[in-house]
């Protein structure tokens, strides 16, 4: 019996059962114990699923994170993975995981890994608007789950996904509500699919507002993918005239950069200031300067949801029924608010 037939017995889902006997600290103390007790008494081992993953195969999944090199400290990535291996492990399967920078070297580090039989399936992140990677991994026929979509890739594929549209047109819908007309964005990049949804998103709610669509090209920047990147592309916007009294970052690290911009700025941030919003809720967003507002995604439940799915398209299930979007949770802290008001802000580019 495996880790979905126990759920079915016990009546509560498969994640809870996988957090449960993986000892996590947010599953109340009898709901563990009775997991505990019903894999004891059935004599719990690896569910069909991943036995027939594993039969005379290498029993364990890879994903290429496509990381700059030198650069392996992402915390979100952090979280997936420990996500992921853990709902392998619940299975007697292992991760591998391996790195290399996005281009050219990337096709040859996948096949690498199924040419040799290094692992029995993959997992792609960081997807673009047309992947390559998608594309290899579909005309090899070679099982695998992507987190996140491919926009330009009409063949179905088993996919996890957020709603970053929905993320970011909630989010600057918050900031208008709180007074703000011009919200600029700062993105790391328009080839990856969730920065197209992200950034739709916003765009979509400030035109529902009567915003016109040139002013949004003139409120949006593009940065490296860092603190520093978002620091650069904030002082830029920030320092034109009619500059934005708000910006959305795609990522909690091009938030950071952006409110040490407001700090060279002589610039505050928060109620009454500019306001700053992330993405991610990394670990380090709360002890921002100020604590930074921001958008959690499920990232655990997300590494879950990415193997069962595998696994469910190992034993058959069409592709075009293994899709999933999830929903962020706004985390709200002190780097949002009102905007500056013409008394307060000294500025005519931050006047409303």
């Excluded at 889902?13 to 449960?20: D, F, K, Q």
């Excluded at 990381?67 to 492990?89: M, V, Y």
Aim: net charge neutral; glycine share 8%; aromatic share 6%.
């Amino acid at each position: 019996m495996g880790v979905r037939r126990l759920a079915q017995e016990l009546r509560i889902s498969v994640t809870t059962v996988s957090r449960a006997l993986n000892d996590y600290p947010d599953i109340a103390p009898d709901t563990r114990r009775r997991v505990l007790e019903a894999a004891e008494r059935i004599g719990y081992s690896p569910n069909a699923v991943a036995r027939s993953l594993r039969q005379g195969r290498a029993n364990a999944v890879g994903i290429v994170l496509p990381t700059p090199e030198g650069n392996f400290s992402d915390p979100f990535l952090s979280a997936l993975l420990a996500g992921i291996s853990n709902r392998l492990r619940c299975d007697g399967l292992d991760l591998i995981v391996t790195s290399c920078p996005p281009g050219p070297d990337e096709e040859p580090s996948y096949k690498r890994l199924f040419a040799g039989r290094k692992v029995d399936s993959v997992i792609v992140t960081r997807t673009r608007v047309d992947d390559d990677r998608i594309r290899l991994l579909l005309a090899e026929n070679f099982p695998f789950v992507a987190f996140g979509r491919s926009d330009a890739i009409a063949d179905p594929f088993p996919w996890v996904d957020l709603d970053g549209h929905a993320a970011f047109f909630s989010m600057t819908r918050r900031l208008i509500e709180a007074g703000h007309r011009r919200i600029g964005l700062i993105h790391t990049g328009r080839n990856l699919n969730f920065v197209r949804h992200r950034t739709a998103g916003w765009r979509d709610c400030l035109v529902a507002e009567g915003i016109p669509a040139e002013l949004c090209g003139k409120w949006m920047a593009e940065a490296a993918p860092d603190a520093e990147g978002g620091r650069r592309a904030a002082f830029s916007l920030l320092s034109q005239s009619d500059a934005p009294t708000a910006l959305v970052c795609i990522s909690d690290d091009i938030a950071f950069g952006a409110i040490e911009a407001c700090r060279e700025l002589s610039l505050p941030v928060g109620d009454g200031g500019i306001s700053i919003v992330g993405f991610d809720d990394n670990p380090y967003a709360r002890f921002a300067s100020p604590p930074l507002t921001s958008q959690r995604q499920p990232v655990r439940d997300i590494g879950c949801t990415l193997v069962d799915m595998l696994q469910r398209r190992s034993t058959g299930a069409p592709a075009s029924q293994l899709n999933c979007l999830m929903q962020a949770e706004f985390v709200t802290r002190s780097s949002h608010g009102r905007p500056p008001c013409q008394a307060t802000s000294g500025r005519s580019g931050l006047r409303q």
